[in-house]
C-alpha cells in the first residue's frame, strides 16, 4: 500500500508519500481500507509540531508517530481480537491512526457506522472537523431563534459549525474573510462580515443584540472584546485559535477563559475535540436526516496532499480538502 507520512516536524515539503507495509490491528482494533480522508487543522500541528506544548506527546526532537491524518471513511475488513461493536464489510467514519494511506488502523470507539445516503468526502471530514462543530455548538447550548457568532466560519470546523447552527434554528452572524463571505451565507448565515474590516462591536448593535452564544475557531480576538459583544448570560466556546505564544499556542487563551469563567456570569469555556461513537452517530444521524453537506474545495490523490496542506496554510481554501488514496 502507499502512505502519507513524515519523519521530522516541519512542513508540508516533509510530507512523503511512499510505499508502505499493511498494518495488522491489534486486539481491540480494526483495520480499514479508506475510502477518503479529510484534512484538518489539527494535521497541521501534528506536522510542524507546534505549538510546543504538542511535542510532550508526539515526541520532543522528532515525531514518534510518523504516520499522517486522523479523519476517515471507508470500510472495515480486518478486525482483531474483542472487537465486538463492528464487522467487516461495516461502512465508518470517524478517526484513524494514519488516515491519510491505502489501509488505516482505528479504534472501534472512535468510529460509528455511515447511514446510506452520505458520501464518503463528507463522511471523511466528521471525525475532527465535524464533530468540533458539532461539539461545539452543544456545549454553547444553541437552540432556535439564539443569535450566535462564529468566527472563523469558512475553516473547516467554522463551515461545519455555520450549516449545523442554521439546522438548528439559530441567528448565525459569520465572520471569516472578505472572498468568503459569500461561502458561509450559502450555508447559512444570515450575515456576514470580512474580519479585516469589522471589528466584533460593528458586527453587534441597532437591530443586532448581543449574541447568546459566540463560537470562536480561529484568529485570537481578545477575551475583553468577546466578552462585550456576548449577552450578561452568554456562552462563549473557543474550539481554535492561530496565534499565541510559541509554548501553547491557541492554548493560552483558554486557560485564560477558564480563570476568567470563575468571576463572571457569562459562561467561558474552551473545548477539545474527542469523538467516541455515541458522538459521532449523532451527528452522522444528523448530517443525513438534514442532508448537511460540507463545502470540498478540492479532492486529491495522495500525491496533491502536500499542496493541499500548503493551500490551508495560506488561508485559500473554500471548504474542505479530501484525499482519496
Do not use: W
Request: charged share 20%; with cysteine; glycine share 14%.
Amino acid at each position: 500500500m502507499r502512505a502519507a507520512r513524515r519523519v521530522v516536524y516541519g512542513t508540508a515539503a516533509d510530507v512523503i508519500v511512499a510505499a508502505a507495509p499493511r498494518p495488522e490491528p491489534a486486539p481491540g482494533e480494526v483495520l480499514i481500507r479508506v475510502a477518503a480522508a479529510g484534512l484538518d487543522r489539527a494535521t497541521l500541528h501534528l506536522l510542524d509540531g507546534r505549538p510546543l506544548a504538542v511535542r510532550l506527546a508526539l515526541g520532543l526532537r522528532r515525531p514518534r508517530q510518523t504516520a499522517l491524518g486522523q479523519q476517515v471513511a471507508g470500510e472495515v475488513v480486518t478486525i482483531g481480537d474483542d472487537v465486538t461493536t463492528l464487522a467487516i464489510g461495516d461502512r465508518v467514519c470517524g478517526t484513524a491512526i494514519g488516515s491519510f494511506a491505502d489501509y488505516a488502523i482505528a479504534k472501534p470507539r472512535t468510529l460509528a457506522r455511515i447511514p446510506h445516503g452520505v458520501s464518503d468526502p463528507t463522511a471523511a471530514t466528521l471525525g475532527v472537523s465535524g464533530a468540533t462543530a458539532h461539539q461545539a455548538l452543544v456545549a454553547g447550548q444553541v437552540g432556535p431563534g439564539q443569535h450566535v457568532l462564529i468566527i472563523g466560519a469558512s475553516g473547516a470546523v467554522g463551515t461545519y459549525a455555520v450549516q449545523l447552527a442554521a439546522h438548528l434554528g439559530a441567528h448565525v452572524t459569520a465572520v471569516c474573510s472578505a472572498g468568503k463571505i459569500d461561502l458561509v451565507k450559502g450555508l447559512g448565515a444570515q450575515r456576514a462580515f470580512d474580519y479585516r474590516a469589522a471589528s466584533l462591536a460593528d458586527t453587534c448593535g441597532g437591530d443586532q443584540p448581543a449574541y447568546d452564544v459566540i463560537i470562536g475557531l480561529g484568529g485570537n480576538r481578545r477575551l475583553r472584546d468577546l466578552r462585550f459583544v456576548l449577552a450578561p448570560e452568554g456562552r462563549l466556546i473557543l474550539a481554535g485559535g492561530e496565534e499565541g505564544g510559541p509554548l501553547l499556542g491557541g492554548i493560552e487563551r483558554n486557560l485564560y477563559a477558564a480563570i476568567a469563567n470563575v468571576f463572571t456570569c457569562q459562561h467561558l469555556a474552551g473545548i477539545f475535540s474527542a469523538p467516541t461513537t455515541e458522538k459521532l452517530t449523532t451527528l452522522v444521524e444528523v448530517v443525513a436526516q438534514a442532508g448537511i453537506e460540507p463545502p470540498v474545495d478540492r479532492l486529491v490523490g495522495l500525491d496533491g496532499l502536500p499542496a493541499g496542506i500548503e493551500a490551508m496554510q495560506r488561508g485559500e481554501l473554500r471548504g474542505h480538502v479530501v484525499v482519496v488514496p
